[in-house]
């Protein structure tokens, strides 16, 4: 496997949106539909790291394997120094393949290097039934956000947290 970030084009929120209208039948597509216009919203300078969003395109080669769209919470003090993974999404053809996992991985590894910013903790969340996501979580060495978790008890999501040396 040998990929690359990239900051995030015109073109890849093309793509995006396309990825979105693929009918799936390894998984749902959690939040697929017109992905790239919502990621366009919330960073209205693509390719500019404005505001507290950061986009990443994930290439492997010349195909576009998966974008990653962070916060970044330096702000307030109680959310100083945390980076939160708002959305991580592969290219519905190529999932299942190890590329998430991959991600996640180098997202824990190489945080700075990739968004410019380095935190003390990540945090994530993922719909309970998200297999995949949250295996791939646990893999990276996520752990649950005891804390969060119980003060959201009966919450979709699961809540969690990975601490960088
Ligand atoms: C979640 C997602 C990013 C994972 O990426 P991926 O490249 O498909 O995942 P990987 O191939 O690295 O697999 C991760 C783990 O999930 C498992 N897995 C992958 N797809 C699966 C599926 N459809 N059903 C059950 N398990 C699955 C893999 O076997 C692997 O488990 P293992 O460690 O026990 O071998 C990707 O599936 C995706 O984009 N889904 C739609 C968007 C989404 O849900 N994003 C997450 C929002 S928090």
């Known amino acids: 496997m040998n990929f690359?970030?990239?900051q995030?084009?015109?073109?890849?929120?093309e793509?995006?949106?396309?990825?979105?209208?693929?009918?799936?039948k390894i998984q749902k597509?959690?939040?697929?539909?017109n992905l790239g216009n919502?990621?366009?919203?919330?960073?209205?300078n693509i390719g500019y790291d404005s505001g507290v969003f950061r986009v990443r395109s994930v290439y492997d080669n010349d195909v576009l394997v998966g974008v990653c769209v962070v916060i970044i919470n330096k702000a307030t003090k109680?959310?100083?120094n945390t980076l939160t993974l708002y959305n991580i999404v592969v290219n519905p053809e190529l999932q299942n393949k190890g590329y998430g996992c991959a991600m996640m991985f180098d997202i824990v590894k190489n945080c700075e290097q990739i968004f410019g910013f380095k935190p003390?903790?990540?945090k994530s969340y993922v719909d309970k039934d998200n297999v995949a996501s949250n295996k791939m979580h646990v893999n990276a060495g996520f752990e649950l956000d005891k804390k969060l978790n119980k003060k959201l008890k009966k919450g979709k999501n699961i809540h969690y947290e990975k601490t960088l040396n």
């Open 78 to 80: 109680k959310s100083r």
């Open 15 to 24: 793509q995006f949106n396309n990825w979105g209208k693929k009918d799936l």
């Open 29 to 33: 597509f959690v939040d697929g539909k």
């Open 38 to 44: 919502k990621i366009l919203e919330m960073v209205e």
């Open 4 to 6: 690359e970030w990239k």
């Open 8 to 13: 995030t084009t015109e073109q890849d929120l």
């Open 120 to 122: 003390r903790v990540i």
